[in-house]
């Protein structure tokens, strides 16, 4: 007897499925497969559901795909024929070369609201949906840059030091200044969903909302009071904090350099919890050394998992290993909402969140 699951699309699924495309790759030796990251299995269980009978082959995001054209003939080439759907994680990188080693591959669900891992024009010339997670993990990723932005401004992390090692030696009126967030301004790079969630928590702290992105966003303004201001230069020379929501992209790659960040005002906090690339490093390092910035909450790196030994060491700098969404809450609808996605293509119906257009104005997961 099959066994039941509900998905987030408020359907339920069993293991017999609906009919609906059969777990059509029989021809090729078997049921059809949805490839899915090991690391999901505490969300998800060892066998989740699938309509026609489809059955579930989990990978590790550091292993190679199955390929039709891989090194691992015979079995492995057969799975890799029969795998429709593929649910990957932000670090596992799905372009044209996997996509053709997959030739029955009609959806990959991203585990995550950002989709730079995946080569979205490839995909659409092979006939591939590709979804994200949007929404479910808007709130969490704002509170955890709001925790970031705190912290930095209040520098937590000397005094989290301090208390743990023993070398405080008392309360003192100059003892680890920080700013207070009163009156101060707030400029968000990325007004969409993320950015505006953390803006909406700005005017509890009494702070002035500013924000650069490509359109206007009207009800963020009537909610918050927000400005849109137009030019990068003077959306950098107005922040007293910059809190990063942008996807990465090739206009973004890079996007804050050493010129950039030289606009800042003088004892600026910076807040990242987008993507790493977005903000060269070195250039981060040097105006923390310095430059304007006081100091910085920093969520998410270039060379994940690695974190720039610059960073690690600077007093300053407030880093964590990539938090933004890492809520039970979060994670499990972030899953649920990735399954969903599946189910529904592969029955023959369009992806709650199918990837159309340009990137979301923000980054995250």
Not at 224 to 233: K, N, P, Q
Not at 298 to 323: G, K, M, N
Not at 335 to 345: G, T
Request: glycine residues 12%.
């Amino acid at each position: 007897m099959g066994s039941a699951a509900g998905g987030q699309d408020g359907e339920v699924h069993t293991d017999g499925g609906s009919a609906a495309e059969g777990g059509r790759p029989d021809a090729a030796g078997g049921p059809g497969l949805v490839l899915v990251a090991r690391e999901l299995v505490p969300l998800c269980g060892e066998a989740p559901s699938w309509p026609g009978g489809r059955e579930t082959r989990f990978v590790a995001s550091d292993e190679p795909l199955p390929s039709v054209g891989g090194s691992g003939a015979g079995e492995k080439a057969g799975e890799a024929a029969r795998v429709e759907a593929l649910i990957p994680l932000l670090s596992r990188e799905v372009g044209a070369a996997q996509m053709d080693g997959l030739p029955s591959l009609r959806i990959v669900a991203n585990y995550a609201v950002g989709y730079d891992n995946i080569d979205v024009d490839a995909a659409a010339e092979r006939g591939i949906v590709v979804a994200n997670t949007p929404d479910v993990l808007t709130e969490a990723t704002a509170d955890l840059a709001w925790a970031l932005l705190l912290a930095a401004a209040r520098r937590l992390r000397e005094g989290l030091e301090a208390a743990r090692s023993g070398a405080w030696e008392g309360w003192r009126p100059d003892q680890l200044l920080g700013m207070g967030l009163r009156g101060k301004s707030l400029v968000i790079l990325g007004a969409g969903r993320i950015g505006s969630a953390v803006a909406r928590r700005a005017p509890a702290f009494g702070m002035d909302v500013l924000y650069w992105s490509r359109s206007r966003n009207e009800a963020l303004e009537e909610e918050t009071g927000a400005r849109r201001v137009e030019r990068l230069e003077d959306a950098l020379a107005a922040a007293d904090v910059l809190s990063l929501h942008l996807p990465l992209t090739g206009e973004t790659d890079g996007l804050l350099g050493a010129h950039e960040l030289a606009l800042l005002p003088e004892n600026a906090v910076l807040v990242n919890t987008a993507r790493g690339e977005i903000v060269d490093t070195d250039a981060l390092v040097d105006a923390l050394r310095g430059g304007p910035l006081a100091a910085a909450g920093i969520d998410v790196f270039p060379d994940e998992p690695r974190v720039p030994a610059a960073l690690r060491e600077r007093p300053d700098a407030f880093v964590l290993p990539h938090l933004g969404s890492a809520t039970r809450e979060a994670r499990r609808a972030m899953w649920e909402l990735a399954a969903a996605n599946v189910r529904r293509v592969l029955a023959g119906r369009p992806a709650r969140t199918a990837v159309t257009g340009p990137a979301p104005e923000e980054g995250g997961g």
